[in-house]
């Protein structure tokens, strides 16, 4: 489960940073200096997971009353391409050449 859940964790985490950029007034919620847990309502082995390494963490927190909130990551989107106007090209372009 570890490899798998790091796998899950990295993109929630990385989609996560993507929405608060997107997003900024969402943390208007969160508490300062908050824990932030991923639950996932689809994946309760990831979310057990997760809980319990949360329980771990906090038992050497180094802010031992730091506020916890759960985040339900709910759905994500199918990920996109974010290339635009690609072009096939049949000669190594002169830029590249040096």
Do not use: C, Q, W
């Amino acid at each position: 489960m570890n490899e798998l859940f790091a796998i899950k964790y990295d993109e929630l985490l990385t989609e996560f940073n993507r929405y608060v950029i997107e997003h900024p007034d969402f943390l208007a919620s969160v508490p300062n200096e908050a824990l932030i847990v991923f639950v996932d309502a689809t994946d309760p082995e990831f979310s057990r997971y997760n809980l319990v390494r949360v329980a771990e963490y906090r038992k050497h927190d180094d802010l031992p009353n730091r506020p916890v909130v759960y985040l339900d990551v709910g759905e994500l989107a199918p990920i996109r391409s974010r290339i635009v106007n690609p072009r096939v090209l049949t000669r190594i372009p002169d830029l590249a050449t040096a």
